[in-house]
């Protein structure tokens, strides 16, 4: 079980807008500001989406955004596309250890 | 353009030993601390150890309980991760990951910007 609870899957149409939520503790997610996303295609390596929980490096689509509410990050795709299909997996500093988070990740099914 | 490419994988008996290496371009790689992180087949992506830019501080997730030992030359370039008594569970996609460390007072806080295309390997029983 993952120290990060994330949806198994989520799905959307082309042009609709998708949220993948990301819930932690007040140790983790809900203490500080520091939640990443990561975009993994099937069989390639992960690619950093959002840090800091609303940052995109340079390249990211602005459709891709992050927020967060107490102790849930969320990713929001808006404008779905096909090769937004994918799966998705948050990161969060914790305070509990000296380890590095993740969550189980969700896949993304554009229907 | 960063790359880190990984190699070094492959199929090793339960038990057994195998050393994985990461060679990195396109940065100033001792500058920059680094990871290794794992994903299991089908599963998510897990952890698995953390170097400071000069080597002097390294973390591993508790679950290795100290058979594998990551570490750095940076004349070389180049992270490795050797893995002493495998077991099944540790079959795997090994990912090393560049910490993108400026900016941030603690490496912890900061996020992986990098990773490289990851090398399998798989433990037989």
């Known amino acids: 079980q993952s120290a990060l609870t994330q949806p198994a899957s989520v799905s959307g149409s082309p042009g609709q807008s998708i949220t993948i939520s990301c819930t932690g503790t007040s140790s983790d997610v809900g203490g500080y500001k520091y939640v990443s996303w990561y975009q993994q295609y099937t069989g390639k390596a992960p690619k950093l989406i959002i840090y800091?929980?609303?940052y995109r490096p340079s390249g990211i689509s602005n459709r891709f955004s992050g927020s967060k509410s107490g102790n849930t990050a969320s990713l929001t795709i808006s404008g779905l596309q096909a090769e937004d299909e994918a799966h998705y997996y948050c990161s969060s500093y914790t305070s509990r250890s000296t380890s590095r988070l993740f969550g189980g990740g969700t896949k993304l099914t554009v229907l | 353009e960063v790359e880190l490419v990984e190699s070094g994988g492959g199929l090793v008996k339960s038990g057994g030993s195998l050393t994985l290496s990461c060679v990195a371009s396109g940065f100033t790689f001792r500058d920059y601390p680094m990871n290794w992180v794992r994903q299991a087949p089908g599963k998510g992506l897990e952890w698995v150890a953390s170097?400071?830019?000069?080597?002097?501080?390294?973390y591993y997730a508790e679950s290795l309980k100290g058979r594998f030992t990551i570490s750095r030359d940076n004349a070389k370039d180049s992270l490795f991760l050797q893995m002493n008594s495998l077991r099944a569970e540790d079959t795997a996609v090994y990912y090393c990951?560049?910490?993108?460390?400026?900016?941030?007072?603690?490496?912890?806080?900061?996020?992986?910007?990098?990773w490289g295309q990851g090398t399998l390997v798989t433990v037989s029983s």
């Open positions: 170097l400071s830019s000069s080597g002097s501080y390294i």
């Open positions: 990951a560049r910490v993108s460390a400026f900016g941030y007072s603690s490496s912890w806080y900061a996020p992986l910007d990098h």
């Open positions: 800091d929980v609303t």
